[in-house]
């Protein structure tokens, strides 16, 4: 029933009142609420921008325009809504100037926000936007939590979601905000079910056993979720269900809860299970690594909702927090995990870990319906999760780590980085005329933006003091030589402590090997290929990115030794073929049916730089004999050309990469264009079709859908995603076709490592040939490419370079010590 308003006759006559009260409490009123003051529906903003302000309402202008035209879909209009801000004056300008808002002015208007919903007689529903509106409703902050919950605000409910004015800025999120919008349309029409979750903790040893039992002869699938203590395994979840788990919790807030002997039964129950049913997990990787390592569990995962949500939507966030306000009605609840650790019940990492195998379970249900309906599950079964069970083996098997070496290298570094560091601060003080006093931090970036940039007076429009900017001023004439002789030095400690910290001091397990998590979803730019860190319990770290000093530390198993299989030129190929470069095409088959006696990359550099082939170096770099210096040659120029060029690189970010002089660079942008025009038409018809499909697709059946604004660092993702992804999922198939091959031996090969390209792994001497002449073959099989303007079809070979590593000179074998085979012949 309609209450008529007690108070107020009118949103004017409310915010007539609303002034007086801002005037009393000495804060600032510029513009007030709008709309019905008897409406159903309110929206809360942050603050005004300039636009509100010249207009004095509120959601006006840009933003105002994407909340107005994402409820327009669902019959709501703004005439239906009352609309205000929790600060009632000006907090942006157009241009996005800030005027910062203290915490006691906060306080003010939070109260102030309160009032004025109190109010509004028939409020109901609200649209909380940003995290003023959550931090004055809920008392919590992080919208991108917790967007797309539901919570009660008194007798109305609130839906949390984005402020419209940050999708300006953040184009990416415009589709979850439009999704939370249809979510508030549910709500309102009262279709709205909350979701529930039957939680079964602190099971005795018989019903535990009962439930992995019901488990294994379930007809349904079967969720399955661990949570961690201390490193090590508190509890498992598993539920058949959307609405319904138990969390077998190993201990209590202070004992074990079972005997060694019964803990030991549920673990024979539990790969029963395993063995008995493909499991649906959020990470699976991450739980079935961490069970075959720490419990010795063979998990199988049959349906990863992290990877699902990822080959459907690769752009957007896959944690669980985010798929569970996108596929359930389920608040976000993944806060709750700590809630003991600040003092709260144990108990309650127990229900958060039955909430997270029920909700995995149900959004699993809904994720198998999207993958069918756009016609990628048979990409997913097939080929995501196809290697998935290949990644956890090679992270439970780790790689082998020579300790004394690694700590000679670390102490060594450690004295080195030392030393640099001095030089450094001895540079500045001599540069600045200061004594040994000024000593800051070099570690410390607001320590060394303050010394660039306010003592030594460099210029960096953005602020930054980054490696692009460093570089920029590298470049400038107006730097001087002592400082640039600075940066220089800066830039080497920032390289030799990066190695420092993340290699050289890398923790190892105990068994001295080290043990990288390997990600399908690491790499945004270019989904398919594989990324890597360290693992969960602290130890390892990125094997993409290993410096030949840190390959030392790593050792083949006794008796085996390196193999290693890359792809040779492998992107480049695909855009040859994808943009139809036909001089491209003849240079690498020429060079593929030719190795060693054609070289592509002297080809380009012959038509760059229009000398004939037999003039263009060899190598890379060659002696300056007036400075006595290395420099780059002409094949390096064109083959970086080559690997950055494609992308939309400019000729600045080329100077930086590639450590060319900005005269260098730019020369070689120019010839390398004028050589190559069919890039920047293949640039344009990607762009074409990315915005008239909205979605692009590789031969090897990756889809990327493109739901964010289409501006110049969306295009670097379109233009890299076919090759880059191509490439990506072409090394992963090679890595699970060859490890099923039939003259496989898991025995006596393992493929251990992804780096870019190539595929790394052990083999026994006597097999090393038969692992790499299989993993060569499933190289070399033909990608089928049809060109992105549609008028060919045609074979892409990516040639496989084969290494074995030979033992140093105490018989090691090393990662370090791999050498290229030639004449490797099929």
Aim: aromatic share 10%.
């Amino acid at each position: 029933m309609i209450i008529e308003p007690t108070s107020f006759k009118n949103t004017a006559h409310l915010n007539e009142h609303m002034r007086q009260k801002c005037h009393d409490l000495n804060v600032r009123y510029q513009v007030g609420g709008d709309g019905d003051i008897n409406a159903q529906y309110a929206i809360i903003g942050e603050g005004p921008g300039q636009q509100e302000v010249n207009s004095e309402l509120p959601f006006v202008g840009a933003s105002g325009a994407l909340l107005w035209n994402g409820l327009r879909p669902h019959g709501l209009l703004r005439t239906h809504f009352y609309s205000t801000n929790v600060c009632k004056r000006q907090i942006s300008t157009v241009k996005n100037t800030r005027y910062p808002v203290a915490a006691d002015e906060w306080v003010k208007w939070k109260h102030l926000l309160q009032w004025e919903l109190d109010q509004l007689p028939n409020l109901r529903y609200i649209i909380c936007t940003g995290n003023a509106g959550l931090s004055t409703l809920f008392g919590e902050t992080g919208v991108s939590k917790f967007r797309g919950s539901v919570y009660d605000y008194k007798e109305a409910r609130a839906l949390v979601t984005y402020n419209p004015a940050a999708l300006i800025h953040e184009p990416k999120n415009h589709i979850v905000f439009l999704l939370d919008l249809k979510r508030f349309n549910t709500l309102r029409n009262g279709d709205w079910i909350d979701y529930s979750v039957n939680h079964i903790i602190n099971p005795s040893y018989k019903d535990a056993r009962e439930w992995i039992a019901a488990m294994r002869n379930s007809p349904r699938d079967v969720a399955y979720d661990i949570e961690t203590i201390s490193r090590e395994t508190a509890c498992f979840g598993l539920a058949d269900q959307g609405h319904e788990a138990m969390c077998i919790n190993v201990r209590d807030h202070l004992h074990n809860r079972y005997t060694r002997e019964e803990e030991l039964q549920l673990l024979y129950d539990l790969q029963e299970l395993f063995d008995a049913k493909l499991l649906i997990t959020q990470n699976g990787n991450f739980d079935a690594h961490w069970g075959g390592y720490k419990d010795l569990l063979h998990v199988r995962n049959g349906f990863d909702t992290l990877l699902a949500h990822h080959t459907l939507y690769p752009v957007l966030p896959h944690n669980l927090g985010f798929l569970t306000s996108q596929y359930t009605t389920h608040p976000f609840y993944k806060d709750d995990a700590d809630e003991y650790h600040e003092g709260g019940d144990i108990d309650s990492f127990w229900r958060y870990n039955c909430k997270d195998a029920c909700i995995t379970w149900e959004i699993a249900q809904h994720l198998k319906r999207e993958l069918e309906e756009q016609s990628l599950d048979h990409f997913f079964y097939s080929h995501v999760m196809h290697l998935d069970p290949h990644l956890v083996r090679s992270t439970v098997d780790g790689v082998a780590v020579d300790i004394s070496v690694k700590s000679e290298i670390a102490a060594a570094m450690a004295l080195d980085v030392q030393k640099i560091e001095d030089e450094f601060l001895e540079m500045v003080r001599e540069e600045l005329g200061l004594d040994e006093t000024y000593h800051p931090n070099i570690r410390s970036t607001p320590q060394m933006r303050h010394l660039f940039l306010d003592r030594l007076k460099l210029r960096s429009p953005s602020g930054s003091i980054d490696k692009e900017v460093r570089q920029d001023l590298l470049d400038d004439v107006r730097t001087s030589q002592s400082v640039k002789d600075i940066i220089i030095k800066y830039d080497y400690y920032q390289q030799e402590y990066k190695f420092y910290s993340t290699y050289a001091e890398s923790r190892v397990d105990p068994d001295e090997r080290f043990r990288m998590q390997w990600k399908q979803q690491g790499v945004v730019k270019a989904p398919g290929r594989l990324s890597s860190s360290g693992n969960l319990w602290g130890t390892a770290s990125n094997a993409q990115n290993q410096s030949g000093r840190s390959k030392k530390f790593f050792i083949s198993d006794p008796g085996t030794v390196f193999i290693k299989v890359d792809g040779a030129q492998a992107e480049a190929r695909v855009v040859a073929y994808d943009a139809d470069i036909d001089k491209w095409k003849e240079d690498f088959e020429r060079a593929r049916l030719n190795p060693g006696s054609f070289d592509a990359h002297c080809s380009l550099a012959s038509d760059m730089y229009k000398i004939p082939y037999d003039e263009v170096p060899t190598d890379d770099w060659e002696l300056d004999e007036r400075t006595g210096l290395e420099i780059p040659t002409i094949r390096y120029k064109a083959k970086r050309c080559r690997h950055g060029l494609n992308y939309r690189m400019q000729y600045v970010r080329l100077a930086a990469t590639a450590h060319l002089t900005l005269f260098d660079a730019k020369k070689a942008f120019i010839f390398y264009h004028n050589t190559t025009p069919e890039i920047k038409k293949w640039w344009e018809e990607l762009e074409r079709l990315a915005k008239k499909h909205r979605e692009l697709w590789t031969p090897l059946g990756r889809r990327y859908r493109i739901i964010q604004r289409i501006d110049e660092d969306a295009l670097e993702s379109i233009v890299a995603f076919r090759p880059q992804s191509t490439i990506g999922d072409k090394v992963k198939k090679v890595w699970y076709q060859s490890a099923e091959d039939d003259e496989w031996d898991n025995r006596k090969m393992r493929i251990k490592l992804n780096e870019h390209d190539a595929l790394i792994g052990y083999a026994t001497p006597e097999k090393a040939e038969t692992a790499l002449r299989i993993i060569k073959r499933h190289m070399e099989e033909p990608i089928l490419i049809e060109n992105v303007y549609k008028t060919k079809v045609e074979e892409c070979i990516i040639p496989g370079d084969v290494y074995l590593s030979q033992p140093d000179e105490t018989g090691i074998h090393r990662w370090s010590t791999l050498e290229k085979l030639k004449g490797f012949t099929l």
